[in-house]
């Protein structure tokens, strides 16, 4: 599966948005475009731990930078498809999302996962996620964040420093034991005598997180290597980071580096 289409609406920078994607996708644009707002919204409904994401006030879209009025609904449906027909029927892995996959006209199955807010008085903010059948129809599902959080798991947004907000002394990490990490990441390359055993404490545990989401509630990958033919119809999703490391330095061609 890979994510075919996204449609945002009334969603930080973007206030009206439709694109599809192929499986491999590059994003090229000039600056306040818009592509950060929308790689925001991915790891919003895909980088987040078992919990789905729970949308704060500075989420909506405001007309201009800073506006005290901001839209008071915001959406983002995301469309997974299947590579070929009736691949989730036949694919273990894929099986296990039976209950959101939804066939369409072209005989190919999509997951069409839904998250949208309200933004009511005093910037207080209603979320809920959910999942559609074709016809845009909320489907009533047993453990709907069971399912998100699978989602998840097949389809990770890894999300790393932006290296402006870094040069502008500026943090756009929005968790918590984000923040602590790379403030003490900070302070040990800045003036490591100066880190206080608070910081050092609250970093490792950060660390502890981080490892904790992507090593431990991913599957195990498989001891035997994957062929050409799994990794295009039976993608992985990585492990950590160690796992994409190794992926650029064993790349064959400039293309997969």
Request: charged share 25%; hydrophobic share 40%.
């Amino acid at each position: 599966m890979y994510l075919e289409r996204v449609e945002i609406s009334g969603f930080r920078g973007l206030k009206k948005l439709s694109i599809n994607f192929q499986q491999i996708t590059a994003l090229i644009g000039e600056n306040a475009w818009g592509k950060t707002s929308l790689l925001r919204a991915l790891w919003c409904l895909l980088g987040q731990d078992e919990v789905p994401y729970q949308f704060v006030a500075d989420d909506f879209y405001r007309p201009e930078a800073g506006a005290p009025e901001a839209e008071p609904r915001l959406e983002i449906i995301l469309t997974f498809r299947e590579y070929k027909a009736d691949m989730c029927q036949h694919s273990q892995r894929l099986a296990r999302l039976a209950p959101v996959w939804v066939k369409h006209r072209d005989r190919l199955h999509r997951i069409h996962y839904r998250a949208a807010a309200a933004l009511l008085e005093g910037e207080l903010v209603v979320s809920e996620h959910g999942f559609m059948d074709a016809l845009g129809h909320v489907m009533t599902l047993e453990s709907t964040e069971h399912y998100i959080h699978l989602l998840m798991l097949m389809n990770p947004v890894l999300r790393l420093r932006d290296a402006r907000a870094a040069r502008g002394g500026r943090q756009l990490l929005g968790n918590g034991w984000e923040a602590s990490l790379s403030h003490l990441a900070d302070t040990l390359l800045g003036a490591p005598q100066s880190a206080e055993p608070e910081e050092v404490d609250a970093g490792l545990e950060a660390v502890r997180h981080l490892m904790d989401h992507y090593l431990t509630s991913v599957p195990p990958i498989r001891a035997r290597p994957r062929s050409q033919r799994d990794i295009a119809t039976r993608p992985a999703s990585l492990r950590g980071l160690s796992n994409l490391s190794e992926l650029v330095r064993c790349g064959d061609s400039q293309t997969t580096q």
